[in-house]
């Protein structure tokens, strides 16, 4: 075998034979004419323990992300990326995230895995997954983990999850947990509601994040929230609150990254758009194709001429 455990005390550690061709961070050389390889030193990400101890301090930055490819743009300026259930929407067209398997989850979030290096990334567990049972939650989370590389799921729910939010957390799967508006129950909230404008419905809120922090998810997303109750609730709990539509004394903030480059046509009112690159797309299209048209593309820089005869 090319590779094989370094020790029993080290089962992270891989070897490789002297003399064998392999350049790679994390390498030094043993006194048995060896190389030992930490495979958790090859990539240093943020991790569950420092968004934690993140409350009250500095704001905790994330975006949402679904392919590698723009997940590696943003790597280097969010404390975590969200491979969110939002992509049957945002990727897919459909037109809530119902339809959504746990299929797609597992392949769009390897991809962000593979394009990132510093993010930590946490995948949505999607609608059906999860609620029958937390052993159900459990088996299923554990695929999220092992096939994407990911490091934590999120579930939406609250007093109604937290017995499965505890059994993960348990079991050595980080949770991040959803309350305030929670697109997959949608269809009993009877559409895209904002939670909490009514102080009547504060208490059934405030007890939803009390029993997601105390069953023991790192993290809470605080969704489609009156803005004071948002504040409130992030005084209350001591895990960080990641608000989105909720409100600026929240530990963080996260938008869907389509919404924040302007490529969303009709994009919520708690969105801010930090580009304009739907017109910009368009724009280029546009250009693209009467370049094509007058035959001004494709150029002689971007063609191959035939080789030198010598």
Same mark, same amino acid.
């Given at each position: ?79 975590? *990326? ?13 037109? =809530? ?72 957390? *348990? ?22 509601? =904002? ?59 996260? *938008?869907? *990254? ?53």
């Amino acid at each position: 075998m090319f590779c094989k455990p370094f020790s029993p005390r080290h089962p992270a550690a891989v070897v490789i034979p002297l003399g064998r061709p392999y350049v790679g961070a994390g390498f030094e050389a043993t006194r048995k004419g060896m190389i030992r390889m930490s495979v958790q030193s090859a990539i240093k990400r943020i991790t569950v323990p420092e968004i934690r101890a993140r409350k009250g301090a500095q704001p905790i930055v994330s975006l949402t992300a679904y392919h590698a490819h723009t997940a590696r743009y943003i790597d280097p300026y969010v404390d975590f *990326l969200l491979v969110g259930d939002s992509l049957g929407m945002v990727m897919y067209g459909m037109e =809530t995230t119902l339809g959504v398997t746990l299929d797609m989850m597992i392949a769009h979030g390897a991809a962000v895995v593979r394009g990132t290096e510093r993010a930590l990334v946490v995948v949505d567990m999607p609608f059906g997954s999860y609620e029958e049972s937390p052993e159900i939650a459990f088996r299923n989370a554990c695929r999220v983990i092992k096939e994407t590389g990911c490091t934590a799921v999120k579930v939406e729910g609250g007093t109604r999850i937290a017995e499965t939010i505890r059994y993960l957390s *348990l079991r050595g799967i980080p949770v991040m947990a959803h309350i305030g508006l929670t697109p997959q129950n949608i269809q009993v909230m009877g559409g895209f509601k =904002t939670q909490g404008r009514e102080e009547s419905e504060w208490a059934a809120i405030e007890a939803d994040a009390a029993a997601v922090a105390e069953a023991g998810a790192f993290a809470v997303v605080l969704e489609g929230m009156a803005e004071p109750l948002a504040a409130r609730i992030t005084d209350q709990i001591d895990i960080p609150t990641i608000g989105i539509g909720a409100s600026p004394h929240c530990d963080g903030q996260i *938008l869907v *990254l389509e919404d924040m480059l302007g490529l969303s046509p009709k994009p919520p009112k708690f969105v801010r758009e930090f580009a304009t690159l739907g017109a910009q797309i368009a724009g280029a299209a546009e250009a693209y194709a009467r370049a094509v048209r007058d035959r001004s593309f494709p150029g002689v820089e971007n063609t191959y001429g035939m080789k030198k005869v010598k």
